[in-house]
């Protein structure tokens, strides 16, 4: 097992990354839950699943699991879930000294770690991430969050958990799509800012999705420690450093709004091509060179996630996905932030791209 410190100021944490953990939960857990009832917000895939593992492990320890559990899905991040998950925190007279514990994916974390963040102005949460993607991204570095009829992610807090668990055994049971979708937030890890990392990946990867345990601990545990470094150095995203991670994003987020956040393409997926366009992009404009822009798209299509527009069955043009752009929340005064790499493991903020350059960059890849 790795254990990995998040060194926020005044409020540190730690992620464990290991097998095991969700069955050996009560013992990771000894000295942090102060009550017999401990409210656990889940979702009907991940307790179906995962309930029995939990709820033996608390009981072997005299707990008493209170359970909520909601629909699997991106609209269980709605106003409506809030209210009514918050009146139930409420009902079990959760106070501010204790811990709420969310066990699922990025929804599910999402949603608890806002509860948790308006909970009499703010109560403690832990994190027991069953996803590739949460134990990678979301369940580190406090971001919350839920969707609104404007858009995603639009209203939230952020809300450090006291504890991460990342269970390895809760990937088993994850389907295969939703383990490459979370792949996609691994790979950026070394786009972004660690070229030997991008070179791990290529040479280890396939293996590591295919379930060997002990490349999954290396990967998980390493991305956990970038996404660490990262948020401890710019918890709030003011100084640029934070917004490294949205590389792909920006495109991505465009092809996700145009397939109207459905399950034509997960988030993963449109991350995927989205950090393929961002290389292509900066090659375009004379940054990466154009053998590292094919390393990436290779590696992207190899493990078997989107790399070319043209096969997206997207009924847009680049005019239209630009215009998906403008209501990135990323917007800033005007401007909408790009990440671009000047190689690969070297990315970097551009607030000054033209997105009439990249309405018709879009064009000729959809060609
Ligand atoms: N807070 C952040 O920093 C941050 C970062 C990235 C993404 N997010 C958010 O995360 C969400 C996406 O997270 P996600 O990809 O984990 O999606 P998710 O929570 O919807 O989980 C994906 C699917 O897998 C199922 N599932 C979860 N664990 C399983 C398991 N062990 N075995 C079998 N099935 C399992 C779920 O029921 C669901 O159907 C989005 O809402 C996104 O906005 C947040
Ligand atoms: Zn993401």
């Known amino acids: 097992m790795a254990v990995i410190p998040v060194d926020i100021a005044g ?22 839950l102060r009550k017999r009832t401990v409210p656990i917000v889940t979702d009907s895939n991940v307790h179906a699943l995962w309930g029995d ?5 608390l009981r072997s320890e005299g707990y008493e699991p209170a359970w909520r559990i909601l629909p699997p899905g991106e609209q269980t991040k ?16 959760v106070e501010r000294g204790d811990h709420v514990i969310a066990l699922g994916g990025g ?41 609104t009829p404007a858009g995603k992610n639009l209203v939230g807090a952020f809300h450090q958990p006291a504890l991460v668990l990342a269970d390895l055994a809760a990937l088993e049971t994850l389907p295969r799509r939703e383990l490459l979708a979370g792949y996609a937030e691994v790979v950026k890890y070394g786009l972004l800012g660690d070229a030997a990392f991008f070179a791990w990946c290529e040479e280890h990867a396939a293996a590591m999705l295919n379930g060997d345990a002990a490349l999954r601990e290396y990967a998980v545990a390493h991305n956990v420690a970038a996404k660490a470094r990262i948020v401890a150095e710019d918890e709030f995203e003011r100084s640029g450093t934070r917004a490294l991670l949205n590389l792909g994003h920006t495109f991505g987020h465009a092809l996700e709004a145009q397939t109207g956040f459905s399950d034509a393409l997960l988030h993963g997926e449109a991350v995927a091509m989205g950090m393929v366009l961002a290389a292509r992009y900066s090659a375009r404009k004379g940054l990466l060179q154009p053998v590292d822009t094919e390393r990436v798209a290779r590696h992207i299509e190899a493990i078997g996630l989107p790399a070319d527009l043209a096969r997206l069955d997207l009924r847009a043009n680049g005019q239209v996905l630009v215009g998906h752009m403008l209501h990135d929340k990323k917007m800033d005064a005007g401007t909408l932030p790009f990440v671009l790499m000047r190689e690969i493991g070297r990315a970097f903020l551009d607030r000054e791209v033209d997105l009439a350059d990249v309405a018709s960059f879009l064009d000729e890849q959809l060609a």
């Open 78 to 93: 709605s106003w409506d879930e809030l209210a009514a998950t918050v009146n139930w925190l409420l009902s079990l007279e």
């Open 53 to 57: 593992v939990v709820e033996n492990a």
């Open 11 to 32: 409020r540190p944490y730690d992620v464990h990354v290991g097998t095991g953990l969700l069955a050996n939960l009560a013992e990771h857990c000894r000295g942090v």
């Open 107 to 147: 929804v599910i974390g999402d949603l608890t770690g806002f509860c948790a963040s308006v909970l009499k102005r703010g109560c403690n949460f832990i994190q027991l991430p069953t996803t590739l993607l949460a134990q990678v991204d979301s369940s580190v570095g406090g971001k919350t969050a839920i969707n």
